[in-house]
C-alpha cells in the first residue's frame, strides 16, 4: 500500500562551510538535485577555510569524542581541512572556487551569502565588536558580488549562531531574508528594543549530523523518521551540509530526495517562501535567545517564547 501523501513543503537550504564540502560535494549534491528535479537554497562560504581553528577549539569542548565517535568526522571532513588554518594555510573558498560557484546558480538555484570566515563568526561573533561583525558581512558580500556580478539577497548564520549585534549588523545589508535560526516558522526578529526589518526563516528541523547516532536513528532509519516529523500542509526547512550530504553520505540524500517524491513532497526554494510572507500579513515579532539543542556542541539562536 503506498503511503499517505503529505502535501508538506519543504525548503532545502544548503550550507556550503569548508573549501572541501565546496571543492568536491556540491558537485555531487547538484547532481542529486538535477536527477530529482529539486531545486534548492545555497548559502556559501567565501572567504578564508579556517577549520583547523574549530577542530582546536572542539579538542577543547565536552562531548567532542562523542560526536567525533558518531558522525566519524574524518570521513565527514576529510582529513586536511582539519588543518586548514594551522598547520595548513586557510584557501580562499571564493577565490578558488568562483566558476564552481557559478555553476550552482546557472544549474537553476538559489545562491546567497553563509559567511566570509564560517569558524570566525561561530567562534568570536560574541567577542567582535559591532564594526567588526560589519566589516565580515561586507567582506562576503563583496566577494559574493565579485563572483555573482550582485549582492547577495539572503544570509544563513554558521552554526544558526547570532547576537544582538550580529542581528543589528544583519539589519545594515537589508537582505530580503535571513535564515538564522532554529525554530517552527518565520518571524521578525527583535533586537536593540525593537523588530528589525528583517524576516527571519528559521530551520525546523534536526540536521543529519545532529540526528545519527541519537535515539536511536541510525542511516537505515533516519528518512523515516525525519519524514515522520513533517508536518502536513506546512513548511518545512531542512539544512543540508555540503561536507555531509554532498560527500559520505551522498546516497542517503539520494534516498531522502526519492522518498519525498512517494510521500508528495512539495519542493519550494527558501527565496519562494520569502517572496509569499512579503505578500501576506505581518509576521510576530520575537526577541532572539540562544540554547543548546539535542546533538549539537555550543548553542544556538532560536525565537524566545511568547
Ligand atoms: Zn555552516
Known amino acids: 500500500m503506498a503511503a499517505e501523501t503529505l502535501n508538506t513543503r519543504l525548503a ?21 538535485l538535477d536527477r530529482a528535479g529539486v531545486k534548492a537554497s545555497f548559502f556559501l562560504t567565501l572567504g578564508p577555510d579556517n577549520s583547523g581553528k574549530a577542530v582546536l577549539r572542539v579538542l577543547r569542548k565536552k562531548g567532542f569524542l562523542g560526536k567525533m565517535l558518531r558522525t566519524n568526522a574524518i570521513k565527514m571532513y576529510g582529513f586536511s581541512t582539519l588543518f586548514y588554518g594551522t598547520l595548513l594555510p586557510a584557501p580562499r ?5 568562483a566558476g564552481a ?36 558581512l561586507a567582506r562576503g558580500a563583496g566577494a559574493f558580488a565579485e563572483i555573482f556580478g550582485r549582492p547577495p539577497r539572503a544570509f544563513a548564520a554558521p552554526a544558526w549562531f547570532c547576537t544582538e549585534a550580529g542581528f543589528l549588523a544583519l ?15 518565520p518571524f521578525r526578529p527583535r533586537a536593540g528594543g525593537r523588530a528589525l526589518s528583517l ?3 528559521p530551520t525546523t528541523l534536526p540536521t543529519l549530523d ?36 554532498g560527500l559520505a553520505y551522498r546516497p542517503l540524500f539520494r534516498d531522502l530526495l526519492a522518498r519525498h517524491r512517494d510521500r508528495g513532497v512539495i519542493p ?22 540562544l540554547c543548546e539543542i539535542p546533538g549539537r556542541a555550543g548553542k544556538v539562536a532560536v525565537p524566545a517564547a511568547g
Open 268 to 289: 519550494i526554494t527558501l527565496a519562494e517562501v520569502a517572496r509569499e510572507l512579503g505578500e501576506q500579513g505581518p509576521l510576530p515579532e520575537k526577541a532572539v535567545a
Open 210 to 245: 545532529e540526528a545519527l547516532g541519537r535515539d536511536g536513528v541510525t542511516e537505515a532509519n533516519w528518512i523515516e523518521r525525519l519524514i515522520g516529523r513533517y508536518r502536513p500542509g506546512q513548511t518545512e526547512v531542512l539544512t543540508v551540509h555540503a561536507e555531509t550530504e
Open 12 to 32: 532545502l537550504k544548503i550550507d556550503a562551510d569548508t573549501f572541501r564540502g565546496t571543492r568536491d560535494g556540491v558537485p555531487g549534491l547538484l547532481e542529486e
Open 101 to 136: 560557484l557559478r555553476s550552482i546558480e546557472s544549474a537553476g538555484h538559489e545562491v546567497n551569502l553563509h559567511a566570509w570566515d564560517h569558524v570566525r563568526w561561530q567562534d568570536r561573533l560574541d567577542h567582535l565588536s559591532p564594526e567588526e561583525i560589519e566589516a565580515e
Open 93 to 97: 573558498i571564493g577565490q578558488r572556487l
Open 199 to 201: 524576516l527571519e526563516i
Open 171 to 185: 539589519e545594515k545589508q537589508s537582505f530580503d531574508y535571513l535564515s538564522v535560526t532554529r525554530g517552527p516558522a
